[in-house]
Structure formats: C-alpha cells, structure tokens
C-alpha cells in the first residue's frame, strides 16, 4: 500500500502546477474530461430528480381513478416533460459524462481531443433545460402533446412552443458536439498497441453511439424546425389543409427516434460488458461477436422506424417489411445475451453491487426485450398501441435498462473517481429495494394495458385500480430508495462518515484495462506519455497483489 501512496505522491507532486483552479471557475472554465464528466454526471442526476418528482406527480393522480391532485391539462404537460428530461436530460448526459470520464483513460490518451468544444458543449445544457423547465410558468403552460411533439397537436401549444423547439435544437447541438468529440478521439488518439479489436467493451458501444447520434440529431433539428415554420411562417409540411401531412412527421420523427432508443442502451451493453468479465473473473466470451452484435443492431435501427405507426396505416409490404426488421433485432440481442451468460458460466462469481445491477440488467432488459418482440407483431401492435403494456415495455428498457447499467458503472468506477470506497451494505440495500420497487412500478402495467388502459390519460376505468394502485406504490418507493444511493456516492465523493482511502490502483480484483493502471484517484492529468499496454493488460485475467490488499481492507 506504502507503494501506491508514494507513487501517487510522487504524481501529485509531479502536477502540482497542473492541477484544477479553486472555485466556482475551475467548474464554468474547465476543459479537462474528468471534471467536465463529473459535471455531465451533476446534472444528469439533477435531471433524474426532477423528472422523477415529475413522474410522481403522474402516478400520485392514478392512484384511484376520477381527477385528484391536478387538472387534465397539467397531467399532459407532466407527461410530456418527464420524458423529454429523463432522456435528453437524464440517461444521454450521464453516459456523456461517463464517456468523458472513462474513454480518454481506456484507450491511454490525455484528454478529449477537442477539450473547449467538451465545454461548450456541456455549459450549454443548463440553459437548454432551464428554458424547457422554464415553460412550465409560462401563459399556456409547458408543451403538453406528448414528447413525440406530434403535430398538428403540439402546434396548440402556447407561448411555450419555441421554447420547446430552442431547447430541442441546444440538447441536439450538445449532443452532435460530444459525439464528434468522443469519435475524434476514439478513432485518432488510442495509445500504440491498442488496435480497434483490442479496445474495451464500452470504447465500442460508445463509438458506435456517437454514430448514431451524429446521424439522427439533425434529422430531429430538421422537423423541429419544420414545426417551427408551419406555427410561425405560414408554410405546411405537416398541414393537410396546405397540401402538407401529419404523417410525415411521424415518419421523420422516428427515423430519429428509433435510433435514439439504441443511443440511450448502447453505452448500457458497453458497462455490462466490462462489470460481468471482472466479477466473474473471465474473459468476456465472444469479444469480436459482441462488437458485430452491437453495430448489427445500430444498423438495424435505422430501418425499423415505422414499427411505431402500425396504425397509422400503411401498405400490407410496409407492415411485414418493418415486422420482420424489427424481429431481426433480437438475433444480435441474443448473441449479447448469450455471450454474458456465457462468460458467467464456471466463473468465480461474486456479488458486489456493480455485478448485482448488471446482472439484474441483463434480466430485466431481457424482459423488455421480450415484450418488444411482441410488440413488433403487426396485428398484435393493433391491440397494444397506446396502452399501458407499451408503457411497461419501454420502462423496462429504459429503467432496469439504461439507468440500472448508469447506477452500475458508479458503483464500478466511483472508487477509481474518489479514491474511497462506497458503502457495500448500503449499496446492497440500494440495489435489491431498487429492484423489487422497480417490478412493483412496470410489471402491474403489462396487465393493465393487455387490459386496455389507455396511456396518457389522467382518468381510467375502475377494473384497473388494483394495478394502479401497485405502481404507484412501486414509483414511491423507488424514488425514496435512489437518496440511499446519492448519500452513498456523495460521501465517496466528500469523505463523509470516515469512507476508506489508500484504495490500490485495480480495485477489483478481476478488472483489467488502463483505467486499473494509474492510482486511485486517478490524478487529474492521466497519460500524458502514452503508456505501454501489454496484451494481459487488455485481455488477461488478474489476480494482482493489489487486489488481494483489497479484501484485506474489506
């Protein structure tokens, strides 16, 4: 242990000219990629806390059937922002952030390669949100026609409607910028030695990422913009009345939105793919299957779009074309599913609270998947359209998805980050109340939309109370147990309640990479040498002396 504090000493010493600003301007100025993901993180947490008092609003009015807490009106506006912040404010800046925390120390390189536009991009997120939260007090209320921004229905929005196009048009630009960055940087800036087929798991779920989202975010700029005309400059794309149609906008909104939903899960199979080999303490199976498994399915998801509007209407060809595409999914799904599970087999498992939530990922999105197959069935989509099973559906892809994966990577790296180490009781306690709360919220909802109860209303019939009211208890709690988390991170974060330090540099006795390579913390400049990486750095299995120290502090 002396050995790593005398190195770490010798680092800090070495960058003692180097180091951060003090105050509030080392934050507003910074250009380093570890405090821009640190703040990236801030406010996607930030976000997660605002859209889920926005979701308890939601689920407090269907509690019981018949009008409650707040009027039809505010219950669309509810809805319509907790989407749009939990996806473009909560699950895309925290894999930002833990893209700029992790890619630039997995593949050996300083910094982003283009640190002011990491800046920039990131100090312009406040503002985006802030004027999209802004529009709740505004004459007319926030954007209430749901976050697909449907026309001709978001067009009656009030005052708020360019706002909402404003702030869609910031988060798209924050987005193009940190994909060109996180791109530029992967593909020129990797230490010798590490070839495409070498870098780690989640460096390739978060090139293919920033593919797609330099892909498909100007196609939303376009039809935003194309809103914008037809509310304000007398054109008509999407006015029938103009010679225009609504359903163009549908087609175009999700060309971009299918697309987006592999942008807020990629970066997930990244994590999985890196906690399941360390705790497992294997190799992962089938590396070079997993990376074609991924960029199968980007492609894929750029001809599945119209599986969202069966109903509109289309050719019986469009119905069976898109059917089928999107069943084609679940073939390189299931490559990934099988490889994990493969790589868990006759390992020397253990369960610390990363494993525990990338394990209950891989259930858990295995559902949502499932009942995404069932959704992609044309005359079965018919039944299930606008209801609550689509609601579980996407829930479960998204919460035990995405952001269990998040919770996952925090748990992994925040030692690596902090240099202390979280609290394993309490994090076990996060986990497994996250995980019964989580099935209490969206599994119910299966039910009660095979039922028929419709999405996006806040009234319903009283055969589905009994559901109701289960996922409202479920969203409740799920909600209070994330502060166990949050105070749990916040003291590795601040030193609260005597958390150890003096953690080796691999603090997982299965982890490898380079990430495991410099202390912890990781200094505030890493790899400015580009290091020398042996073949067991990037694929062997360790059992390091500084992973045996662990369990002796443990």
Known sequence: MAHHDHAHDDHAHDHEHHGPEKGIMRWIKTTNHKDLGTLYL?????????????????????????????????????????ALVMIFGGVMPAWVGLA?????????????ALPRVNNWGFWILPFAFSMLIGTLFMEGGAPAGGWT??????LQTGNAFPFLIFAVHLMGISSITGAINVAVTILNMRAPGM???????????????????????????????????????????????????????????????????????LPAFGIVSTIIPTFARKQLFGYDSMVYAVASIAFLSFIVWAHHMFTVGMPLAGELFFMFATMLIAVPTGVKVFNWVATMWKGSMTFETPMLFALAFVFLFTIGGFSGLMLAITPVDFQYHDTYFVVAHFHYVLVPGAVFAILAGVYYWIPKWTGRMYNETWGKIHFWTSAVFINLTFFPQHFAGLAGMQRRVPDYAVQFVDWNVQSTVGAFGFFIVQFIFIINMLACCYGWFGRKQGLPDRVWDGAHGLEWTVPSPAPYHTFEEPPVIS??????????????????LS
């Open 195 to 265: 070839s495409l087929l070498k870098m780690p798991l989640f460096v390739w779920t978060w090139l293919i990422t920033a593919y797609l989202l330099i892909a498909v975010m100007p196609v939303l700029a376009g039809a935003v913009t194309m809103l914008l005309t037809d509310k304000y400059f007398l054109t008509s794309f999407f006015s029938g009345a103009g010679g225009g149609d609504p359903v163009m906008f549908q087609h175009i909104f999700w060309f971009f939105g299918h697309p987006e939903v592999y942008i807020l899960i």
């Open 100 to 112: 700029n925390w992790m890619v630039p120390m997995m593949i050996g390189c300083s910094d982003l």
């Open 535 to 552: 073949d067991n750095e990037l694929t062997a299995v360790h059992d390091a002396v500084d992973a045996l120290d662990h369990h002796k």
């Open 42 to 82: 801030f406010l996607a947490f930030t976000m997660f806390f605002i859209g889920g008092l926005m979701s308890l609003v939601i689920r407090a009015e269907l509690f019981h059937p018949g009008l409650q807490f707040v009027d039809p009106e505010f219950f669309n506006q509810m809805t319509t922002m907790h």
């Open 149 to 154: 921004m449907y026309p001709p229905l978001v």
